[in-house]
């Protein structure tokens, strides 16, 4: 069966007056089931609040646009309330509960990544709200809920049945939400906008590596992550991630062109992306991008904790590590054809700037 690697967009699935939640399906985008991979979106208009809630999958967030707040407690931990801005990357491991709220006029949008590999569904993400219409406790019994906590009957029935909204609900603007605490964010979040850069070529393109050292939680996600910005009309080299890992990209601004090449030599994907597009590149298969006049940006996840990529092209290529003899015969050219191909590309790694 032919796979399916069309990039593309989001679906709306909840919506309202505070916001609303957007996600990739799986049986439109079939590689997240395949690749046990979950993807979603979440836009908050001002005063836009998302209930507290955990997920059965760990996951990334990348704030993609707008300021915000989100309240972050991890297993047996007290509430870190972080402020967000564009470029700010979260880690959200296992059992993390969370909230998310836009005080400001600008729209707050957030992408969610994630490894559904022990979630309920393959490549979808499911939640467990703490209040509202689809609340936990609205499936346990009044008698419960009282002993649970130490409440009226009444009490326990006003605590859960007042809240109508399901994920997003916007607040009344005098309710004051807890400030952002500036210490909270070291560990939690990690701006990879503002961040050093890992690889920075001239008119070709910047690299931030989203890992353990700049971000631990990283380290009990199973994943990582970088932001790569490509230049105008640059290329990022032919490569493939060669200890099994799915690369899953989302085009946070601009465009290009991409092709994938898959076994026997095949080409199964040649596009154009642009942003708001997702998409997944299989195991061992080999990617290349080519950015608009533009440039093009994106954020990705690779589905292990230490990538390891090789490249078909550039300094660092696996070409330029085999000897002249075995890339003659490789390719069944005379020497002088072989001595020039290996004198190319001799100073760029990843990224290729446009020919002059």
């Known amino acids: 069966m032919e796979l399916d690697l069309t990039p593309k967009l ?11 939640y957007y996600t990739w399906s799986p ?28 997920a059965d999958s760990s996951k990334v967030a990348y704030v993609l646009q707008g300021n915000g707040v ?22 959200l491991p296992f059992g993390a509960v969370n909230w998310w709220y836009n005080k400001e006029d600008t729209e707050l949008v957030v ?9 309920h569904k393959a490549g979808d993400f499911s939640y467990m709200f703490l209040a509202g219409s689809n609340g936990i406790f609205t499936g346990f019994s009044t008698e ?4 649970a906590w130490d409440v009226d009957e009444n009490t326990a029935k006003t605590l859960v049945g007042s809240q109508s909204a399901q994920l997003v609900v916007k607040l009344d603007a005098s309710l004051k939400m807890p400030e952002p605490k500036r210490e909270h964010r070291d560990g939690m979040v990690y701006n990879c906008e503002e961040a050093p850069l890992d690889v920075d070529i001239k008119g070709g393109g910047k690299v931030v590596v989203l890992n353990t050292k700049n971000l631990p939680l990283v380290a009990e996600l199973g994943f990582g992550a970088d932001l790569v910005r490509l230049d105008g009309s640059a290329m990022c080299s032919p490569g493939f991630s060669c200890d099994s890992a799915l690369q899953v990209t989302y085009i946070v601004s601009g465009g290009g062109r991409v092709q994938v090449v898959g076994f026997d030599g095949r080409r199964v994907l040649e596009t154009t992306v642009k942003a708001g597009h997702l998409f997944i590149v299989p195991r061992f298969f080999v990617v290349s991008k080519i950015g608009d006049p533009d440039g093009m940006s994106w954020f990705s996840i690779v589905t292990t904790p230490n990538p390891i990529f090789t490249h078909l092209a550039g300094r660092t290529s696996v070409w330029k590590a085999l000897s002249p003899e075995v890339i003659q015969a490789s390719f069944k050219v005379p020497s002088d054809v072989e001595k020039l191909f290996r004198s190319k590309r001799l100073n760029e790694e990843i990224f290729f700037p446009p020919p002059k």
């Not at 699935?13 to 505070?18: K, L, M, P, S």
């Not at 979950?38 to 955990?54: D, S, T």
């Not at 992408?111 to 979630?119: I, M, N, Q």
């Open 111 to 119: 992408l969610f990544l994630g490894d559904t590999s022990k979630g």
């Open 144 to 147: 419960f809920v009282c002993r």
């Open 70 to 91: 989100a309240g972050i407690v991890l297993p047996e931990k007290e509430e870190k309330v972080v402020a967000l801005r564009k470029g700010d990357a979260i880690a």
């Open 10 to 20: 989001p679906k709306k699935v909840i919506g309202g007056d505070g916001g609303s």
């Open 27 to 54: 049986d439109e985008l079939p590689m997240l089931r395949q690749g046990n991979i979950g993807a979603a979106k979440l836009a908050l208009e001002k005063n836009g609040f998302v209930i507290p809630h955990y």
